[in-house]
């Protein structure tokens, strides 16, 4: 399983992007889905998860209601909206994936990684 994330950039606090992970190879190895991040200095973080059918999601409380993950499973495609950014919210920002049922918080949970794409929010 390969998968490629990107839609990162540089936007002002309280502006909006939109993530996108893409998956190739062996995809019906994939179940749970899973966005991370990790800032310069710190342990990379779960931000937030989603089931195979995306029936059932979980976000970290420092994002909840402001991200939304959603995924498209006829295009092994797993978004991240992100809105109301605020400065805290700058970092490296992974996908992830793994045959898993549930959603993990864990990175040893995740079997399968994206690259990384950068988020920077400026004050």
């Known amino acids: 399983v390969q998968l490629q994330a990107f839609g990162g950039g540089l936007v002002q606090a309280g502006g909006s992007l939109r993530l996108a992970c893409a998956a190739s190879?062996?995809?019906?190895?994939?179940?749970?889905l899973g966005w991370f991040r990790q800032a310069p200095g710190k342990e990379r973080e779960f931000v937030t998860g989603?089931?195979?059918?995306?029936?059932?999601?979980s976000y970290a409380d420092s994002v909840k209601g402001r991200f939304t993950i959603s995924r498209d499973n006829a295009e092994n495609t797993v978004y991240l909206q992100m809105n109301s950014l605020k400065p805290e919210d700058t970092a490296i920002y992974y996908c992830?994936?793994?045959?898993?049922?549930?959603?993990?918080?864990?990175?040893?949970?995740?079997?399968?990684w994206g690259q990384g794409t950068e988020v920077t929010v400026s004050s």
């Open positions: 992830a994936a793994s045959p898993g049922l549930r959603i993990s918080q864990s990175v040893s949970n995740y079997a399968y």
């Open positions: 190879g062996s995809t019906f190895r994939i179940n749970r």
């Open positions: 989603i089931t195979g059918a995306g029936g059932v999601t």
